[in-house]
């Protein structure tokens, strides 16, 4: 007998990692390089404030290539929770994709619906909590990441750290814009709770 969940669903912000709230590291497998961008922290402290989830969904080809593995990830997540930890801020989740459709071994050199601009990783995200998208939005610095999030029906936050100044004109030249560009995430805050705590 399958028993329905009871748990309500809840507003969620997706960000991306590297170039969202990691200083941007191509490949990053060392913790001690592992450093927050400014305005993260107080961002993300001030979502969880109104009960908004964290989830954290990750492109991670570097393990498709062989230049770090799943041991290197968790320990970078736990050093990500590490300095979260001063602002009372936990990610309630991780998720990745280990995956490159041209590069690599097998397994991980594969096509696959998980790597952005795929939407993959937050169906996977879906059976793991109760998410409320009418009141969920997502955050990143690449144009992969914002079509991740349209897949599933989500307004987004391009913000300028990263590679995000550089994908704002990509877009302007597709003619394109996003639903809202932030030169970093703390710039967000106002507009993100608007959205995820209109209930």
Known sequence: MIVASTMPAKPTVFLDRDGTILKEVSYLS?????????????????????????????NQSGIARGLLDEGDLVNIQNE?????????VRIDGYYHCPHHPEVGVAPERRRCQCRKPH?????????????????????GD?????????????????????????????????????????????????WVIRHCASQ
């Not at 169906?123 to 109760?130: N, P, R, S, T």
């Not at 029906?153 to 394109?176: H, I």
């Open 142 to 190: 690449d144009v992969r990441d914002l079509q991740a999030f349209a897949a599933k029906d989500m307004p987004s936050v391009l913000v300028g750290t990263g590679k995000g100044r550089a994908m704002r004109q990509k877009l302007a030249e597709m003619g394109k814009e996003p639903d809202l560009y932030c030169a970093h995430l703390a710039e967000a805050i106002p």
């Open 30 to 58: 060392d913790t001690s390089r592992t450093e927050l961008l400014p305005g993260v922290a107080q961002a993300l402290a001030a979502f969880q404030q109104y009960g908004i989830q964290l989830i954290v969904v990750s």
């Open 119 to 139: 939407g993959g990783m937050l169906d996977v995200a879906a059976q793991d909590f109760e998410i409320d998208w009418q009141h969920s939005v997502g955050v």
């Open 80 to 88: 990500i929770d590490h300095l979260l930890k001063p602002y009372g």
